[in-house]
């Protein structure tokens, strides 16, 4: 499988687009690979909402939190919304500037 390297700092610059025809169902097995395990009370005040909305309380964790958003609406060719860029060009100005490499889901 090839990937594309992206610099997560440049969500800021380019919106994302929707791919069509890509089910919630199929989108749910492709996600980051590493499942994070927190309290009940943190996965309760997250719910459903983006980084405009939420982000982790523990502030060292937020780079890796937001590169993975990207990482998956990358993959997936999901739309991010004005405020949900904002977020995340705000927090990924403070992290380190480090390319990843993304694989398109078919």
């Keep these: 499988m090839s990937g594309d ?3 997560v700092s440049d969500v ?3 919106p994302m687009r929707c791919q069509v025809g890509t089910s919630r169902a199929a989108a749910g097995t492709g996600l980051s690979p590493a499942l994070i395990a ?3 009370a943190s996965n309760r005040s997250k719910a459903d909402q983006d980084p405009s909305t939420w982000l982790p309380p523990a502030v060292g964790y937020r ?3 937001v590169t993975d958003w990207v990482v998956d609406k990358t993959r997936w060719g999901l739309s991010v919304d004005a405020g949900e860029q904002a977020a995340l060009a705000e927090v990924l100005g403070s992290c380190p500037d480090v390319p990843v490499t993304v694989t398109r889901a078919r």
Excluded: H
């Design 12 to 14: 800021g610059k380019a």
């Design 38 to 40: 927190v309290s009940a």
């Design 63 to 65: 780079c890796t939190y």
């Design 5 to 7: 390297a992206i610099v």
